[in-house]
């Protein structure tokens, strides 16, 4: 079956960039996303890409895809104390059967 | 425009117990979906529906989990009887028409404890 993996947790600096990082084993995904958790919420969708692409960007957030090592990134610019939370990579095939990473946990030091 | 409303947020019952979680998805959202999200783990998809039929149920464990969405509307998850690995946090989530570039919207969840 469908396989995300994802680190388990990040540190860095208020103001550096972060990367988080994610791989997956379905070939025929074609949606990625990425999640935001933060303590006793639910999901926020905060991106996503569409298999035929390799990066996009919206606001501080960039999103690249190699299709090819099947590995997804989220680079978060300019990190704030608000961007603490849990981050999931997601795939899907395309009718929304959406298959979760475990999550990785980024805390910012301010 | 409402969220996706849950109840109740949290609930506390001892093994072999029943528990019902009701979910209210937001208004127009055909398609619903109930998660799992056991501690340190990301959601597991338990079952979709589409209206009030049901389009994937493949990781339900149907000998003790069922879920219902009668009127298409809101939805209810039962667990009966209640298992110590049945503690998670169960989501519940709603989209427009369940295509893949849809946002899926979280509800804020609900925290069971199985004693």
């Known amino acids: 079956g469908e396989d995300v993996e994802q680190s388990l947790f990040l540190s860095v600096r208020e103001g550096d960039s972060s990367v988080i990082n994610c791989t997956y084993t379905?070939?025929?995904?074609?949606?990625l996303y990425w999640y935001k958790q933060e303590p006793g919420a639910g999901l926020q969708l905060l991106t996503y890409i569409f298999s035929n692409m390799d990066m996009k960007q919206d606001q501080r957030l960039t999103v690249l895809l190699n299709k090819k090592d099947k590995h997804l990134s989220l680079r978060i610019a300019d990190t704030q104390t608000g961007d603490s939370a849990i981050y999931f990579c997601?795939?899907?095939?395309?009718?929304?059967?959406?298959?979760f990473g475990t999550g990785t946990k980024l805390q910012v030091i301010p | 425009e409402a969220g996706v409303a849950q109840s109740p947020r949290y609930k506390i019952i001892e093994k072999r117990q029943s528990v019902a979680f009701w979910c209210n998805p937001i208004?127009?959202?055909?398609?619903l979906y109930w998660y799992q999200q056991i501690l340190g783990q990301g959601p597991k998809l338990l079952i979709q529906?589409?209206?009030?039929?049901?389009?994937?149920d493949s990781q339900l464990p149907k000998d003790r989990f069922s879920a219902e969405r009668l009127k298409g509307v809101d939805s209810t998850l039962k667990i009966q009887p209640a298992k110590l690995e049945d503690s998670a946090v169960y989501l519940c989530?709603?989209?427009?028409?369940?295509?893949?570039?849809?946002?899926?919207?979280f509800g804020p969840g609900t925290r069971l404890l199985v004693l």
């Open positions: 529906f589409q209206n009030n039929g049901v389009v994937d």
């Open positions: 997601a795939e899907s095939g395309g009718y929304q059967k959406v298959t």
């Open positions: 989530a709603s989209s427009s028409r369940g295509q893949g570039e849809e946002t899926q919207y």
């Open positions: 208004s127009g959202h055909a398609t």
């Open positions: 379905d070939s025929s995904s074609t949606y």
